[in-house]
């Protein structure tokens, strides 16, 4: 008490949330007849049961019988996961039947070790690998390999599988966004170089994320979630996708590149692209065996407009990355492909000059 009479009134806390436990451990909260230079004391435990988004601030406060009141100065916390889960990819596509590969990428939060088990559920009916012991040092990152299969009768839509870490008794998930469309799991595929050409960094990882610039002011695509230099099907066609390590050079920004296919019959090909500022389209030039030559025509959505020109958005974010952090909106890229005459022999492909237009991997499909 540092006023010259003698006070009552109660402490307690404000600014938590309302869902965290508050338990007195000792001294009592009411006081009477507080006289000057005297002190009371009030000790609490505090149980964290949500995570926050960024830090909160909460505080003591003292309520006088005389309706006066005074606070303590804000404390400051932010409570997270002691594990962090990344699930690579955690947005796909999949045909009944089909079986795709997910790494679950964890990192220890706390400066001691953590052990427990980490486990890929699908929905009811879907059949993921085996559960696997997890063992983490301090602050440290592993990666964790794991298979989900579709049952051959999966409804089509949208469904949800969950990466899912158990520490002692405590639980962790991350959810992972599933899209089942009908479509042949195993398209004869042709892969197409596209690392000479690449010219671009379209992408970067929350630890840096204004390394590169897709859209020419600033903003990119989010990396931590992209299964990078991986060999991976989209819609049934296997894809090289490109590395996306801080400063790596991983989308081609078309300027007219002529690029070499594996000379064969083809039905299509197929490429995951998009498009900034706008939607964009252009003329594809195809270049069959002995010179001919065959002009088909490319549209492509904006990376944030969501697909209208019967592309699918194979690769979605909830965010993309802007030099200061997340931003929004929700950005991807797409599946799309055009059609090539099975008779004759392709040799090669003459983008157009359209920097607007991005292309991240290509393939030759069939015949």
Known sequence: ????????????????????TVTGVSGNPRFANLETGD????????????????????????????????HSI??????????????VPDYTYFAPGETRQFTLRLTNALSTPIDGTVALEGPAGWSP???????LDAHQTREYAFTLTAPADAPLGTATAY????????????????????YDPNRPSTIVGLAPYYNGDGFSYDSNPGDGDLDYSGFLLPADTFPGNQRVRYMGVLFQTPDVADGARNEVALDGQTVSVPAGSYKALAMLVNA??????????????GGEREAVPLQVSD??????????????FDHRHSPSGDAQPPC?????????????????VTFPSEPNLHLFALSGVGP
């Open 129 to 135: 690998s085996a559960p696997q012991a997890l063992s």
């Open 74 to 87: 804000p404390v400051r916390v932010q409570v997270l996961r002691p594990v962090r889960i990344v699930p």
């Open 163 to 182: 990466a899912r870490v158990t520490l002692g008794g405590d639980t962790y998930t991350r959810p992972i966004s599933l899209v089942v469309k009908q």
């Open 276 to 289: 900034t500022n706008g939607d964009r389209s252009g003329t594809l030039t195809l270049t069959y065996a």
């Open 1 to 20: 008490n540092s006023t010259p009479d003698p006070i009552s009134g109660e402490i307690g806390l404000r600014g938590l949330p309302p869902s965290w």
């Open 303 to 316: 990376w944030c407009a969501g697909a209208h020109y019967g592309e699918e958005a194979v690769i979605w």
């Open 332 to 348: 991807g890229i797409y599946y799309t492909e055009v059609p090539v005459d099975p008779g004759r022999t392709l040799q090669a």
């Open 39 to 70: 002190s009371t004391s009030v000790t609490w435990s505090v149980k964290a049961d949500t995570v926050t988004d960024g830090p909160l601030a909460f505080y003591a406060q003292v309520a006088l019988g005389d309706g006066r009141s005074t």
